[in-house]
Nanobody
Framework: QVQLVESGGGLVQPGGSLRLSCAVS????????MRWYRQGPGKQRELVAA???????NYAESVKGRFTISGDNAKNTVYLQMNSLKPEDTGVYYC???????????????WGQGTQVTVSS
């Protein structure tokens, strides 16, 4: 079994910064793709940032230049540094990872419980 625990959300003023963390624990042989999604009020869930299995990184156009995704393999943790936050960044942020639990098995897709980010003055 694999667990994801997110932290770092909260209330911040426009222009401020937050750093989200997602700690992955449990039966882990290898972690492949790592992603952050968000779901704003009345909106569909959208991909914000991703570290792909080959190491390439992608961002949604709306966050390019402001958000940075990174991973710490030693700690099995993925981060999302969010700067210059805007009210439209408000939403629940979810961590999503592909975890291979043992050698030779197929990686499975796991989700965190979500952490609320509110950008408001």
């Amino acid at each position: 079994q694999v667990q994801l625990v997110e932290s770092g959300g909260g209330l911040v003023q426009p222009g401020g910064s937050l750093r989200l963390s997602c700690a992955v624990s449990g039966s882990i042989f290898s972690i492949y793709g790592m992603r952050w999604y968000r779901q704003g009020p009345g909106k569909q869930r959208e991909l914000v940032a991703a570290i792909n299995a080959g190491g390439s990184i992608n961002y949604a156009e709306s966050v390019k230049g402001r958000f940075t995704i990174s991973g710490d393999n030693a700690k099995n943790t993925v981060y999302l540094q969010m700067n210059s936050l805007k009210p439209e960044d408000t939403g629940v942020y979810y961590c999503n990872v592909d975890v291979q639990s043992s050698r030779g098995t197929i990686p499975f897709d796991y989700w965190g419980q979500g952490t609320q980010v509110t950008v408001s003055s």
